[in-house]
């Protein structure tokens, strides 16, 4: 009995001096040191949390604006005329060769024209019904005497078709082919505007191309048929006009 009292107190005081062994968390082999659990705790270990790194910035966005486009080369334009260059006749089929003509402003056989005709010279008259300088698109009308002043247009109106015309100016040479012939009645306005229109023997058309007419008296005509009317510049009732267009 006293054997069994004494291992009694033997195991109670180991009992009571006795370590604890506690595993560590996740450890997978071996043993922590031992800790006294009625040891006052220790400072607890702080823990900061770390915030997940910022996504990096995309890369900056390509520019948007278009390339410039060249731009288109400018189509040349065709060199003005001079309106107040010295311009000359020749009319091979009709025996005329540099004549001068002088560009005013007026109207056909008009005083100021029949002046210029009655030097010799052909006389192109020009204002709000019409009347452009050669090579321009329209009506550059001429007109000349058939017998007198030297009669510089007198074989005119035996021109025919295909016949050349051609007229200096400027520098440039510009060469008309005739198309067709007007017998006008001078004392009729109608009948005037046939060689005074844009488009010559077609009044109220569009012109698209650069037309001449030239215009002379019918006085032999007139005469033979026993028609003496004149006008007060001597202007018989008919006239002939030659109707010709730029190549």
């Not at 082999?29 to 705790?41: E, F, N, Q, R």
């Not at 890369?59 to 060199?79: G, L």
């Not at 005013?104 to 002046?115: E, F, H, L, S």
Request: aromatic share 6%; charged share 15%.
């Amino acid at each position: 009995m006293k054997l069994r009292s004494r291992w009694r107190r033997i195991v109670v005081g180991l009992a009571a001096t006795a370590v604890v062994l506690v595993p560590t968390g996740c450890a997978s082999t071996g043993l922590t040191a031992a800790v006294d659990p009625l040891a006052p705790a220790g400072p607890s270990e702080e823990i900061t949390a770390t915030a997940p790194p910022a996504p990096p910035s995309p890369p900056p966005a390509a520019p948007t604006t278009a390339p410039a486009t060249p731009a288109e080369p400018s189509t040349p334009q065709p060199r003005p005329i001079p309106t107040n260059a010295e311009i000359r006749l020749t009319v091979p089929d009709a025996g005329i060769r540099n004549l001068r003509v002088i560009r005013y402003p007026g109207t056909p056989d008009d005083y100021r024209g029949t002046q210029i005709n009655n030097q010799g010279l052909a006389a192109a008259p020009y204002g709000p019904w019409g009347g452009v300088p050669p090579g321009q698109v329209g009506n550059f009308l001429v007109t000349g005497h058939r017998v007198s002043a030297g009669s510089p247009m007198y074989r005119v109106p035996n021109l025919s078709p295909g016949s050349k015309i051609i007229v200096e100016f400027g520098g440039r040479t510009l060469t008309y082919r005739v198309a067709s012939k007007l017998w006008i009645n001078f004392r009729l306005a109608a009948d005037r505007a046939l060689q005074t229109a844009p488009v010559p023997g077609k009044p109220g058309s569009q012109a698209t191309r650069p037309a001449i007419v030239l215009s002379t008296c019918a006085t032999p005509e007139d005469n033979a048929a026993g028609l003496t009317w004149r006008d007060g510049n001597t202007n018989p009732t008919h006239r002939i006009a030659i109707v010709a267009y730029a190549d």
